[in-house]
């Protein structure tokens, strides 16, 4: 068995090779492996919001943040995805974590 790493792997030869959707299926077969896999959680958030899978995309990406709660990017992520979501309240809150995260006031 395969795994969540090597799964993730594949998945992101699949997504360089522009097959979007197989990737996606790589991808959640990896946390199949490992549900608490960063990369992958990551991953699926930028694929799934290119595919227009809005709140999958945002639901991967919160589940970022929830795994890695003290890393700026992680919200900074969160922020564009719902960004490009037209989830805008959304994004400016989660910048603003981001930026309390970097030691920097919110605008």
């Given at each position: 068995m395969s795994t969540a790493m090597e799964l993730y792997d594949e998945a992101t030869k699949l997504k360089g090779a522009g097959k979007l959707a197989e990737a996606?299926?790589?991808l959640q077969a990896a946390l199949?492996?490992?549900p608490g896999h960063v990369l992958t959680h990551?991953?699926?958030g930028v694929i799934l919001q290119k595919l227009g899978r809005n709140e999958e995309a945002i639901t991967h990406a919160k589940k970022v943040c929830e795994?890695?709660?003290n890393d700026a990017f992680s919200f900074t992520q969160l922020s564009v995805i719902c960004q490009r979501c037209g989830k805008i309240p959304e994004a400016e809150a989660a910048m603003a974590q981001a930026h309390v995260l970097q030691?920097?006031?919110p605008h």
């Open positions: 996606v299926e790589k199949q492996v490992d990551s991953a699926l795994l890695e709660p030691g920097r006031r």
